[in-house]
């Protein structure tokens, strides 16, 4: 079974700032995918980037980055010049290539953003 | 295109009580997957469909929960004999095929208290 581990539950950062978020998973398998979903309070969650396995780039989307880290086995996300929409619960999460069902999720963290 | 929609969004029942929560996907969505989701944690899968056929369940479905998706479009998951256990938040997901890397888009949720 895979393993998702978010060791910080939360992280404040000041608008217009950077943060970054943490991220590892414990899997045998060598071609899977991996998510960073965002969840803002009492709304529904979405996907805000996407990284495969296979790929060795990192994937970014306009002020959200990652670096993927394959053989630490780490997925970190970064938040470049912060907003305050911002604000909300990160997951990362894990799907394996041939189990391609299921999405395994870390416990998250809480990011707040100050004005 | 309207997402994914849940109902209800808020559901209070009392302990040993039947309830029933309906997810309707992405229009021609063909996958349809259900999570739980509690307090400070991320979601767990509990279950997902393929068009009408549910293909994986996990342990965490207890014979007390039951899932259906009977034409291949929306779908309901039953709780029979609620406990307090399962107060959580039930999310739905879905999903298109392949050339899009099975992406879920989740749905608001339904809150669940057992009192």
């Known amino acids: 079974a895979q393993t998702v581990t978010q060791s910080q539950p939360e992280m404040s950062v000041q608008e217009a700032e950077t943060v970054t978020l943490s991220c590892t998973y414990d899997?045998?398998?060598?071609?899977?995918?991996l998510f960073w979903y965002k969840q803002p309070p009492s709304r529904q969650m979405i996907l805000v980037i996407r990284?495969?396995?296979?790929?060795?780039q990192n994937a970014t989307e306009n002020r959200f980055s990652v670096n993927f880290q394959k053989a630490a086995k780490s997925f970190s996300l970064k938040i470049s010049d912060s907003q305050l929409g911002d604000a909300a619960m990160y997951f990362c999460?894990?799907?394996?290539?041939?189990?391609?069902?299921?999405?395994?999720f870390g416990a998250g963290t809480t990011v707040t953003v100050r004005a | 295109d309207t997402g994914v929609s849940q109902n209800p969004r808020h559901k209070i029942t009392k302990r040993g009580q039947n309830v029933t929560f309906r997810c309707d996907p992405i229009s021609e969505h063909n996958r349809l997957y259900w999570y739980r989701q509690t307090l400070g944690q991320g979601p767990e899968f509990l279950t997902y469909?393929?068009?009408?056929?549910?293909?994986?369940k996990s342990r965490l479905l207890s014979d007390r929960f039951s899932a259906e998706r009977p034409k291949g479009s929306f779908s309901t998951l039953e709780i029979q004999r609620t406990e307090q256990g399962d107060s959580a938040m039930y999310l739905c997901a879905s999903s298109s095929r392949p050339g899009q890397s099975y992406e879920q888009y989740f749905g608001p949720g339904t809150r669940l208290t057992v009192t």
């Open positions: 469909f393929q068009n009408e056929a549910q293909l994986e």
């Open positions: 990284q495969e396995a296979y790929k060795q």
């Open positions: 899997t045998s398998e060598s071609d899977y995918y």
């Open positions: 999460a894990y799907r394996s290539e041939g189990n391609d069902y299921k999405l395994s």
